[in-house]
């Protein structure tokens, strides 16, 4: 194999001294450079000597540079650049660099033993890259890119009949989508029972935890499926490192990476005492491990875990900038900003094969007055506090994205975005463009404490794995929220002083085009609330609001969609105006005569969609007719000067800006697929029609929006839609909003099947039915 010329830069291990001066220039500069053949050499007394020179600049010469330990900044660098000294490639990578004798195994497969100064008690090499393609761990099913769910999954991944044969499955893992496919999880094999049986750990990267999916589960890392090409597998008893190259590669002349450390940059101070005013310029990063088995820690209430880190990590710091930097081949995620933090800048940047999120603000939960971690709990009224606001400084706020392309996110952990915020407030995100992600593209965990400002993105390709999500998502269970319905409206009839306390500043969502083909364009989902909503272009999922308050919609586009109204309060103060939608308002359990929003004065596509609207109290003012776009085709939904569109107030806004704008990544930078088609008219009827049964009505679920709504995995049971309190199903113990799932075993998934199952079937009817996203069981009569 040919020789590798790398450079190797440590800064941890004997850590920066104090002085926080360094610098190693071009080689136009005359200072010292270093070129040596093999990463194991440390370099850090070379820059501590620069440092004592009086420098505050270290300017890295094009190369390949590798770490031996991740590097750590404190408050005593304060002010340091790190850069690269020209616009030529500068590499950091947290892997190694292999050279190795190969020699033939058999059936195509190549074996080498990793010489011993290769200590895998450190590092993970848990991914391998042949000349900057990963390659992947032998699995089961075999891995297409046709594939869109994991590259392929089977049922019967970890099989009985499957594992039986295989000699060492301990240390392998298993990755699942969520049941409801809510994202994902993992699991690692450990062994075997004392029956033989697999035994596993983990599950626990998903806050809304319900299990493996049945379908979609593959398993890595078994040598028995070594069986395709682009495939490894790496023996650590024997050191014994396997490939199966494609026919194209030749092993003795191609460069190979593994993945190493979990983080290259660690930066960390403290409130009291920050690290401040640190460069970080012109440097890509690439070869950090995979972190999913360490991703355990719940963001409040939301559907997250976390991992605290990422290829920079930063906590207890003021004016952090990530400028023109790119992050490539990482095992976990990119850029994390914990805690306290002020004023961090990342911008001119591009992120790319990232395992987890790209960008991630998260804040500690001893910021949250009554901080609470599971969607199923909740505080009395009488002990949640009416205290406004953070209880502590420990969050980021008033930091800012912008200029940046994120693509291909979430290769290994499903719960993503391309930016995460959580318990941080001001957050600016601007000029983003985001796709192919498995999850959100930006994420808002919860209300606290808002005030963000996303505006001019592009994101759009996303909820490509999962389901019940969006484009854009949040989630508002915040202190005042609670899971059961009947509660929450108690709640806040009694006590409307709960509303507002966590989300004090107004967060909005502007100039910026969203595209959701696998839900929403915009999902303000369970509690969102204090939002200001305009002059959006929506192109595929429309816009989702649920059981939140205080939310101004207007001036957006929702082409071929329209507003999903989902679980509104009666005094939820939301007005929605002056807006495009394309089809028929779809609405899920409302009651506009008794409520304080306001849906009105909006362009509909036709004359039925504008009476639907005015029956239900949703067409004030409001208006039908073909909106008459300029040039649909081009991307320029810009209304004609005789639109009807102006008659309801709309104003044209630009649609030029969308997305990044640095020149060399908007170069390369995908945009959204026009939609195709003319909208129709959607219908609140539907083949399979509601049904009395027991003297209420149900219907069946039929659609994304009632799965969403419902919080169910699929088209599955009957919806209680009305339930009078004289009703026998009332009587029975069924409220507005149950879902029956089935009847003495048998499954309900229509109006036929429940009115035959109901009459045919003998007493004692057990149901089990679906209440507050959870199972339960009902006793029926007759």
Not at 134 to 146: E, F, K, T, V
Not at 264 to 278: A, E, H, L, M
Not at 307 to 330: K, P, S, Y
Not at 770 to 776: A, H, I, S, T
Request: proline share 5%; aromatic share 10%; hydrophobic share 35%.
């Amino acid at each position: 194999m040919r020789s590798a010329m790398c450079v190797a830069f440590v800064l941890l291990g004997a850590s920066l001294p104090s002085s926080t001066n360094a610098d190693i220039d071009s080689p136009a500069s005359n200072q010292t450079i270093v070129t040596v053949q093999s990463s194991s050499v440390d370099l850090s007394q070379i820059i501590a000597t620069k440092i004592k020179a009086g420098q505050k600049r270290i300017s890295l010469p094009a190369g390949d540079y590798y770490i031996s330990s991740p590097i750590s900044l404190t408050p005593d660098h304060s002010g340091l650049i790190i850069q690269a000294a020209s616009d030529k490639p500068v590499t950091v990578s947290a892997g190694i660099r292999l050279n190795l004798d190969f020699k033939p195994y058999k059936d195509g497969i190549y074996q080498a033993q990793l010489p011993i100064n290769i200590d895998l008690h450190k590092i993970a090499f848990d991914q391998l890259y042949i000349d900057g393609k990963l390659q992947h761990i032998a699995r089961y099913p075999n891995y297409n890119p046709a594939n869109p769910v994991y590259g392929g999954t089977a049922f019967d991944a970890i099989s009985p009949e499957r594992s039986k044969s295989w000699k060492n499955p301990a240390g392998a893992y298993v990755h699942a989508l969520h049941r409801a496919a809510w994202g994902g999880n993992h699991w690692q094999i450990t062994g075997r029972d004392a029956e033989g049986k697999l035994t596993l750990k983990g599950g626990y990267m998903n806050n809304r935890p319900r299990g493996m999916h049945a379908q979609h589960r593959f398993v890595e890392g078994i040598f028995e499926d070594l069986d395709a090409p682009n495939e490894w597998y790496l023996d650590r008893n024997t050191r014994t490192l396997y490939i199966y190259p494609d026919k194209n590669t030749d092993l003795s002349n191609t460069r190979i990476d593994a993945t190493g450390l979990e983080s290259i940059f660690n930066i960390q101070g403290s409130i009291d005492n920050p690290v401040t005013n640190i460069t970080i310029q012109g440097i890509t990063f690439n070869h950090t491990a995979r972190t999913f088995m360490k991703t355990n820690e719940p963001l409040l209430r939301s559907d997250w875990m976390i991992h605290r880190g990422g290829a920079i990590f930063m906590e207890g710091v003021h004016n952090i900038n990530i400028i023109d930097c790119n992050f490539q081949h990482l095992g976990g995620n990119a850029v994390f900003t914990s805690g306290y933090a002020r004023n961090v800048t990342i911008k001119g940047s591009r992120f790319n094969d990232i395992g987890a999120s790209a960008v991630t603000f998260a804040g500690r939960p001893d910021a949250v007055r009554n901080p609470l971690f599971n969607y199923n709990e909740q505080l009395p009224v009488d002990q949640i506090s009416r205290e406004l606001g953070p209880q502590s400084d420990n969050y980021p706020a008033d930091c800012l994205v912008e200029d940046c392309l994120m693509y291909d996110l979430g290769t290994v952990e499903k719960q993503v975005a391309g930016l995460q915020i959580s318990m941080a407030a001001r957050i600016t995100a601007r000029h983003l463009s985001i796709y192919d992600v498995p999850r959100a593209g930006i994420n808002v965990s919860e209300g606290t404490w808002g005030g963000h400002l996303i505006e001019y993105c592009d994101v759009f390709d996303t909820v490509k794995m999962t389901s019940d999500h969006g484009s854009f998502n949040s989630w508002g269970r915040d202190r005042f929220w609670h899971p059961k319905y009947d509660e929450m409206v108690r709640r806040i009839n009694s006590y409307p002083d709960l509303i507002g306390l966590d989300d004090i500043e107004t967060t909005t969502i502007r100039n910026s085009r969203w595209r959701c083909d696998h839900g929403w364009d915009i999902d303000l989902d369970d509690g969102s609330s204090n939002y200001e909503i305009y002059n959006n272009l929506c192109l595929s999922g429309g816009l989702k609001l649920r059981e939140g308050f205080n939310r101004t919609v207007y001036n957006n586009i929702l082409v071929n969609s329209v507003l999903h109204s989902h679980i509104w309060f009666a005094n939820s103060n939301d007005n929605v105006y002056s807006n495009i939608f394309q089809k028929q308002f779809q609405r899920i359990r409302l009651k506009p005569k008794e409520s304080s929003y306001r849906v009105h004065r909006n362009l509909l596509p036709n004359e039925k969609a504008l009476k639907d609207a005015q029956n239900f109290g949703f067409g004030d003012d409001s208006a039908f007719g073909d909106p008459l776009f300029v040039d649909p085709k081009s991307h320029n939904y810009t209304v004609k000067e005789n639109s009807p569109a102006f008659t309801i107030g709309y104003k044209n806004f630009d649609m030029t800006k969308f997305g990044v704008q640095k020149p060399s990544l908007k170069a390369i930078a995908r945009v959204p697929e026009v939609p195709t088609g003319r909208p129709t008219p959607s219908s609140l009827q539907v083949k399979d029609p509601a049904i009395d049964v027991m003297d209420a009505i149900f219907k069946p679920i039929r659609g994304m929006g009632e799965i969403s709504a419902t919080g169910l995995d699929s088209e599955r049971g009957m919806w209680a839609i009305e339930v009078p309190k004289d009703s026998l199903a009332y009587k029975c113990g069924l409220r507005e909003g149950d879902v029956i799932l089935s009847i003495n075993g048998t499954p309900t998934n229509s109006s036929g099947i429940l009115r035959r199952t109901y009459r045919r079937t003998k007493p004692p009817l057990k149901a089990v039915i679906y209440r507050n996203q959870q199972e339960m069981s009902l006793d029926l009569k007759k």
